[in-house]
């Protein structure tokens, strides 16, 4: 088999380079020499052309430590929320990244607006890049920074991190545990989502917590996504999605990404590399069950989590297929799963 083509709803690759700092990083991931997940040769060894690159704003002092995600389960209280001065320097911080990756990528790396673009950066064989926010913090109550973010390409927003501010409330770190913990959208948070339909941003519901969800589900007009989340029935963490959570999704016509982040794949919770492909299977397996084959997609959090030793980096996401293959997946499903789920919805929320 070929590694097919994929498209992924998740990674915190601008995150790993802020932090760094360095032009010297932006630098390595285009010359393929990063030491993250995800560098230019890898992905094009592993088959990644594209996804949505997430401008996280970090929670400095309440960084989440993985060590603390232990087998056996943990609670962890919501950080602190974040001053609007600090998520917009991030923000930016992160943006300008993303742009700079483009100019210096000699065409091979591309920021992409519409489903189009993103078509047209593969026949080009560059990555199609797109702008995605998780944690809405450098948006004001009145959007003022959603229309200049707009403009500047950013067409996915997950209005929180598992983090409260003026429009929801996040999903805290919770093993075992129901993802219904908190209040619901604000009103500033209501306007957000008719803003977003308006505009044709994604809402993407990763990280909020449950009555969050449910008021999106009742207000937005688009397909309802989440980009990186998995199966709570198979793991029951707070941040994965329950049976009501993906028949609603499924209703919408929406699309759940994999999230490889073990511990919210393993069914003890655990954050351990020591992680079996197979786990990933029986998740990718569960989300088919309950959303349909055209309702399942990836969203890998490379560079943002502990992923399963087999597959590595974005050089080993053919191994996963390899093993979608063994387990009896056809070719139909396994090309919708790798990219076509993420573009038909992409296609419908932006309607360009
Ligand atoms: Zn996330």
Redesign the pocket.
């Known amino acids: 088999m070929t590694a097919p083509l994929v498209f992924d709803g998740?990674n915190?690759s601008l995150l790993r380079l802020y932090m760094d700092g360095t032009q010297e990083a932006v630098d390595a991931f285009l010359a393929g020499t990063a030491p993250g997940h995800i560098d230019l040769k890898k992905a094009e060894a592993g088959g990644l052309r594209g996804g949505l690159f997430?401008i996280?704003p970090p929670s400095p002092r309440d960084k989440l430590d993985l060590d603390r995600m232990p087998k056996g389960g943990y609670q962890y209280p919501l950080p602190v929320p974040l001053e609007t001065a600090v998520a917009e320097a991030a923000t930016i911080g992160m943006a300008a990244i993303l742009f700079r990756l483009e100019r210096g990528s000699g065409g091979r790396f591309r920021v992409c607006r519409s489903v189009a673009d993103i078509r047209s950066a593969w026949d080009a064989g560059a990555m199609a890049a797109v702008m995605h926010i998780?944690g809405a913090e450098a948006i004001d109550a009145d959007l003022r920074m959603l229309d200049v973010l707009h403009a500047a390409g950013l067409r996915s927003i997950?209005m929180v991190?598992?983090r409260n501010n003026i429009f929801a409330h996040g999903v805290p770190m919770c093993f075992p545990s129901s993802p219904d913990i908190g209040d619901g959208l604000t009103e500033a948070g209501t306007r957000l989502v008719k803003r977003c339909n308006e505009l044709g941003i994604l809402l993407d519901l990763?990280?909020l917590n449950e009555k969050g969800f449910w008021d999106v589900a009742r207000l937005s007009a688009a397909p309802l996504v989440a980009t990186?989340s998995n199966v709570h029935a198979l793991c029951p963490v707070s941040r994965n999605l329950t049976d009501r959570q993906l028949a609603a999704i499924a209703e919408s016509k929406g699309v759940v990404g994999l999230?490889f982040a073990t511990a919210f794949l393993r069914e003890d919770g655990a954050m351990n590399a020591d992680t079996e492909i197979a786990v990933m299977v029986r998740h990718l397996d569960g989300l088919v069950e309950r959303l349909g084959e055209d309702g399942v997609a990836l969203g890998s959090?490379f560079d943002?989590a502990v992923v399963p030793k087999p597959i590595g980096d974005a050089a080993g996401l053919p191994r996963l297929f390899e093993a979608l293959e063994r387990h009896g997946y056809g070719q139909a499903l396994i090309q919708k799963i790798a990219h076509e789920n993420w573009l038909s919805v992409l296609e419908r929320t932006w309607k360009a």
């Open positions: 998740h915190d997430a996280f998780e997950g991190w598992s990763s990280h990186h999230n959090d943002g």
